[in-house]
C-alpha cells in the first residue's frame, strides 16, 4: 500500500483550553512541504455571525 502525501493538507482537533486567551482548535498543516502549527479561536462578529480566526505559525522546538 503506497504511502499517504500530506503536502498541502492539515487538520485541526479541539484543544482544552486553560485560559481564554488560548485557542479552541488546533493542529499541523504542511504548504508546499513545509511543516506548520496552526490554531482557530471560535469568534463572533459584530453582526453575530460565527467564524474562524486563525494563526499560522513555525513549529515550536522545545530546547533543553
Request: hydrophobic content about 35%; proline content about 5%.
Amino acid at each position: 500500500m503506497p504511502e499517504y502525501d500530506n503536502t498541502n493538507s492539515g487538520a485541526l482537533w479541539t484543544h482544552e483550553k486553560k485560559s481564554e486567551k488560548q485557542p479552541d482548535f488546533k493542529g499541523k498543516l504542511n504548504v508546499d512541504g513545509k511543516d506548520w502549527e496552526i490554531a482557530a479561536w471560535n469568534r463572533t462578529s459584530q453582526a453575530g455571525k460565527q467564524f474562524l480566526s486563525l494563526k499560522v505559525s513555525v513549529p515550536f522546538v522545545k530546547e533543553f
